[in-house]
């Protein structure tokens, strides 16, 4: 061990200095790829204004929770984080629904755990496409052999609820797919009424609030929402990583009587459950090692969000937007959401503005203002700029800054003469 150790330093050794040259012969080790020498350097990572559509910033108090020492994934005090963390998800989602967890996985980790669950090979499923969320839940039910329909808004539109009862009717999903805030477009959905005509039609509703929950209202259990899932790293300024979801009664009464396994072990919500202490099973298994740090970082962002109100966020998110879209509109930009209010108050597109290649504007202003707004996304490719105001990046102040980059980056960037 101590050969094959030194023999590895000599060649580190070499690598990093070049000009000493050892003899292979001198070298016992058996590998044949070296250390890289990138992995020698120190890490660094900018600091950055993450003013684009996700991940945001990441408040130094929520860091530092995931900077402490990893402990089991199963000791109790990471099941009474967990429980902090379920307790959370219900306050933030509005609900009282026991099966309320996070996956671990980002915000698609999600929508395939309630995608995988709910449906079965063969089922009919309807989804609303009003962006590119729409686009991909279609992809994941497809995948897993069901039926699938769509109804599409136009960009940046979204639907009645007489079209979706229509598609209800003619269809009989056993569930029906809707993103709230729909970030690749700028539309907060309506969500009023569709969770009654769901039921009416005895489909399940499911509804993507990643890019909504927090700062727009959202009420689970009122709302007859069925399955509700978020992500971790917008509102809620936790690093991407985890992904909060929530079952109601009606959808656990589909999910445990499938006549099928769900196609995924990992995304098993009976797995889940039990992990999560959600069943009524008298111990919990092992079924995959959580990221106990992340869980650490997802635990206090949901206590900062707790700690202001879920109220008081959804108002400082609506009057930091309208002081953001008049700023916008006074420079001569335009809301890409032509209906006032259907504005999602996280993410806000501008129409890209006329003679300019929308690229050079979000390159500029990153290279200059060290800030990140971002183009479109599937369907709002090359029609939009997209900037998020999200959690604690939500601020006047901020707006003020971004408005200064879009206004110079106007002046700088090359404007074609039509
Ligand atoms: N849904 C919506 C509305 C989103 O904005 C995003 C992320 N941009 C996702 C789903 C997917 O989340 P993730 O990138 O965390 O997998």
């Not at 009606?250 to 072990?265: G, L, Y």
């Not at 029609?383 to 105001?389: A, I, K, Q, S």
Request: glycine share 8%; aromatic share 8%; proline share 6%.
């Amino acid at each position: 061990v101590q050969d094959f150790t030194q023999s590895l330093s000599i060649q580190s050794l070499c690598l990093s200095l070049g000009s000493i040259s050892v003899k292979r012969t001198e070298i016992m080790s058996s590998l044949t790829i070296p250390p890289p020498p990138c992995l020698q350097k120190r890490l660094l990572v900018p600091h950055r204004y993450m003013f684009g559509p996700g991940p945001s910033n990441v408040p130094t108090r929520i860091l530092e929770a995931g900077a402490k020492p990893v402990i089991g994934h199963m000791h109790p005090e990471i099941f009474e984080i967990m429980n902090d963390i379920k307790s959370g998800i219900r306050y933030v989602f509005q609900t009282q629904n026991k099966v309320s967890l996070a996956v671990s996985g980002t915000g698609h980790t999600a929508m395939e755990c309630a995608i995988f669950n709910t449906v079965e090979p063969g089922d009919s499923v309807l989804v609303a496409v009003n962006g590119i969320w729409g686009e991909r839940a279609a992809d994941m039910a497809e995948r897993i052999g069901a039926r699938v329909n769509t109804i599409v808004a136009p960009p940046g539109g979204y639907l009645t609820n007489a079209d979706i009862e229509k598609a209800l009717s003619k269809h009989s999903p056993v569930l029906f797919f809707l993103a709230h805030g729909e970030s690749s477009t700028g539309v907060l959905h309506p969500l009023e009424g569709i969770g009654d005509l769901c039921h009416k039609y005895n489909c399940l509703f499911l509804v993507d609030s990643v890019a909504s929950i927090g700062g727009a209202p959202v009420y689970m259990d009122q709302q007859g929402i069925d399955i509700l899932y978020t992500g971790s790293q917008k509102v809620l300024n936790a690093p991407p990583g985890t992904a909060p979801i929530s079952f109601s009664e009606r959808a656990c009464r589909k999910v445990f009587n499938r006549t099928t396994k769900p196609v995924s072990f990992f995304l098993d919500l009976s797995w889940l459950a039990n992990y999560w202490g959600c069943d009524d099973k008298p111990s919990r298994k092992y079924h995959h090692t959580g990221p106990v740090t992340a869980f650490y970082s997802l635990r206090e962002s949901l206590a900062v969000l707790a700690e202001e109100g879920l109220e008081n966020s959804w108002k400082r998110h609506q009057r930091v937007m309208l002081y953001f879209h008049a700023g916008l509109e006074s420079m001569g930009l335009k809301l890409f959401v032509k209906d006032k209010d259907t504005r999602l108050p996280t993410v806000t597109t501008i129409v890209a503005p006329h003679g300019y290649d929308w690229k050079e504007i979000t390159g500029y202003i990153m290279k200059t203002h060290n800030l990140e707004i971002s183009g479109g996304l599937g369907p709002s490719v090359g029609l939009v700029l997209r900037v998020g105001l999200m959690g604690c990046n939500s601020s006047e102040a901020n707006v003020d800054m971004v408005l200064a980059a879009l206004r110079d980056a106007l002046k700088h960037c090359h404007k074609s003469k039509v």
